[in-house]
């Protein structure tokens, strides 16, 4: 069974706006190096078929040969988006896996754990800090509503049981940080995670500066 992996990419200029002060012209490569490591990670695996869901306007910014399936969208909202894409996939798949871009600790485990759980015909749920979602595997019969945003986490259990769809809530340490504020980028430089958006941090914030300006910010 092929398990579609739905990777929401709004904006490539002008994601991670709290970031701006920190890393300024590098903002822009820190979202491709990020789109990058999840593509490599996700790529392991044959039984899954990965799609970019972004704007037309974002092509030309991407790095060629992504190997990557694209929808394409142009609502003004996160959630209006993924609604979209989520729709575009009924016909061909039986469920479908969101994961937000900027999980810069996620790992093979995750992948083979979530997979391990559409196998069993869970729907499952990942939280992340901040009461967020970082992962959502949902039935693709169901009329589940995508809620991400503040409380996401709750607000998606919530929907989960008003549907009556079982599932499982996947805690990991690995993906419950997400890459949004110097803080989270603080924690890719002490963790050190084999990444390419690891290494482009640390070349744009040495390690002698002690990471000072991130806490700061």
Known sequence: MTLPILLPLKYVNYSKSRLNDVLGENKKSLVIAILEDMISLLKKYPEIEVYLLTKKENIDLLPEKLQVNFIFENENDLNGALEKGVSSLKEKYESILILPLDLPFINENDIESILSISKEKYGAISPSSRGGTSALLLPLNSCFKIQFGENSFNKHISEFERIGIAYKVYNSDTLFYDLDTPEDIMRVLVVRPDTKAHN??????????????????
Do not use: C, G
């Open 200 to 217: 482009l941090l640390k070349n744009v914030i040495p390690p002698e500066n002690n990471y000072a300006i991130l806490i700061d910010k």
